[in-house]
């Protein structure tokens, strides 16, 4: 089975940084597009950043310049970390994953769990 499991979340006062991990298992890491979303409390899930498989990335604008996605095909992890953190950025954030199953053509979409993020003083 397919697998996304978050972990790094936690505890952060303004300006400090965190590094959130989320590992997979079931799916064809190297060909599978990656993203880190978020959804605070009464508000819509947004994409934060994502990570082809060719490793072309993507930003929303309010972590433009702050957060940063990268990937590791060998421990087939992607990760993002988190700099000069704001309140504004508490929410919980997911690992999702689009990719192709092992012994499967199709393209399929997973979402992980979610990690809490919260920031203050």
């Known amino acids: 089975q397919v697998q996304l499991v978050e972990s790094g979340g936690g505890l952060v006062e303004p300006g400090g940084s965190l590094r959130l991990s989320c590992a997979s298992s079931?799916?064809?890491?190297?060909?599978?597009?990656m993203a880190w979303y978020r959804q605070a409390p009464g508000k819509q899930r947004e994409p934060v950043a994502n990570?082809?498989?060719?490793?072309?990335?993507n930003y929303g604008d309010s972590v433009k310049g702050r957060f940063f996605i990268s990937r590791d095909n060998i421990r087939r992890t992607v990760y993002l970390d988190m700099n000069s953190l704001k309140p504004e950025d508490t929410a919980v954030y997911f690992c999702?994953?689009?990719?192709?199953?092992?012994?499967?053509?199709?393209?399929?979409?997973?979402w992980g769990q979610g990690t809490q993020v919260t920031v203050s003083s």
């Open positions: 999702f994953a689009k990719g192709p199953r092992y012994g499967r053509d199709e393209m399929s979409s997973f």
């Open positions: 990570i082809l498989s060719g490793s072309t990335t």
């Open positions: 079931g799916i064809i890491f190297s060909r599978s597009d």
